[in-house]
């Protein structure tokens, strides 16, 4: 049974960093890429950043570009996303994912079936 537990968020600060973690169970880290999402009540859940298969390219929406990375250890089993220089329109719950990366493919429309999700966790961003 895969499991996808995340940890990390709180509230920060508009300039601020905060890192979220998220440790994969029962899935052999490196057979699938890995990625974050967000969501808030207006808007639908979206990709921001994903790491492809392997760990060999990154990728970040426009939104979040220069300004958030992600990264993985593979010992641990473990995905990052350190947000930096955050912005009050980065609240929102974020959700892990392990599945498809799809950023890189123009018009990808993402199925919530493909993938194991996190639980999700808030981040609030104050200005």
């Known amino acids: 049974q895969v499991q996808v537990k995340q940890s990390g968020g709180g509230s920060v600060q508009a300039g601020g960093s905060l890192r979220l973690s998220c440790t994969i169970f029962?899935?052999?880290?490196?057979?699938?890429?890995m990625g974050w999402f967000r969501q808030t009540p207006t808007k639908e859940r979206e990709e921001i950043s994903c790491i492809t298969r392997g760990g060999g390219r990154t990728y970040y929406s426009d939104s979040v570009k220069d300004r958030f990375i992600i990264s993985k250890d593979t010992d641990k089993n473990t995905l990052y996303l350190s947000m930096n220089n955050v912005e009050p329109e980065d609240t929102a719950t974020y959700y892990c994912?392990?599945?498809?990366?799809?950023?890189?493919?123009?018009?990808?429309?993402?199925?919530?079936?493909?993938?194991?999700w996190g639980q999700g966790t808030q981040v609030t961003v104050s200005s």
């Open positions: 994912a392990a599945g498809v990366c799809g950023l890189w493919k123009p018009g990808f429309q993402y199925s919530p079936d493909d993938y194991y």
């Open positions: 029962g899935l052999e880290f490196d057979d699938r890429a």
